[in-house]
């Protein structure tokens, strides 16, 4: 007998036709369903809070300006980001740059800071606000490992006999204070910076930490990085370059 025949007699034409779109499988597995976005909500948060965090610790971290040492390049309150990342490549601090620390002996002994809420500690510590309660410094490095660095009178500021050109100095301050502390020279040694504030005459820099153990130099290992550009407020936005005046021929030993 023929296959046309044998089609007919069971009453197939042809292979049975796909059940509809809404039908369950043939193996009778449901289709998997989505879970609702307010199930999926806290794991994605945990994991937005995950990167803040790694961001932080290696790339970039903010920080909170709390003194006028650094005026006018940064005001009180202005929020810089800190780019954390190219230490781990071995690039150190050069001159001109200006580089977030932590305390290399005490600088800030005396000074009481504001207590962060329980909120910013935890902001804080994802980097999604800048570090609270933390002991860091701000400052312009002025001489690297090999720099003679000196002030004589109000200045000019020289390093390695060459004098600088400092707009960046705070407005009516000289580049040198007519101070004890202020008059000096300096070697820096290997492994370690010194640094300047650009509010010369309101600035607890290098200059007034000579006594200490370290002679007022910061070690290389104490740089969490370098301050790249205010962040915050958003009129107060800026790139922090380094100035022409570290470029002059010369001036590196």
């Not at 932080?56 to 971290?61: A, E, G, I, N, V």
């Not at 954390?84 to 009481?112: H, I, M, N, Y």
Request: proline letters at 10%.
């Amino acid at each position: 007998m023929s296959d046309l025949a044998t089609e007919a007699r069971s009453g197939r034409e042809g292979p049975e036709p796909d059940p509809p779109g809404d039908a369950a499988p043939a193996s009778g597995r449901a289709p998997k369903r989505r879970r609702p976005f307010w199930i999926e909500l806290p794991f994605l948060a945990g994991i937005a809070l995950v990167l803040a965090f790694l961001i932080k610790t290696f790339l970039l971290q903010a920080f909170l300006i709390p003194s006028g040492s650094m005026q006018n390049t940064l005001q009180v309150d202005d929020r810089v980001l800190v780019d954390k990342l190219t230490p781990w490549f071995g690039s150190e601090p050069d001159r001109g740059e200006v580089v977030v620390f932590r305390d290399p002996g005490d600088w800030l002994a005396g000074r009481t800071a504001k207590q962060p809420t329980a909120v910013q500690k935890a902001l804080g510590f994802v980097g999604l606000m800048p570090a609270a309660g933390e002991k860091h410094l701000i400052k312009r490095v002025i001489g690297v490992a090999g720099d003679t660095v000196e002030c004589a009178g109000t200045g000019p500021l020289k390093v390695n006999g060459k004098p600088l050109t400092e707009p960046y100095v705070f407005a009516g301050n000289t580049a040198c204070s007519p101070d004890p502390e202020g008059q000096f020279k300096v070697t820096v040694p290997a492994g370690s910076l010194w640094v300047m504030g650009d509010h010369r005459q309101a600035s607890q820099d290098s200059r007034y930490h000579q006594a200490d153990p370290r002679g007022g130099m910061v070690p290389v290992t104490d740089v969490v990085g370098r301050a790249i550009v205010v962040a915050w407020p958003f009129g107060h936005w800026s790139t922090l370059s380094v100035p022409d005046t570290f470029d002059q021929p010369g001036l590196a030993r």
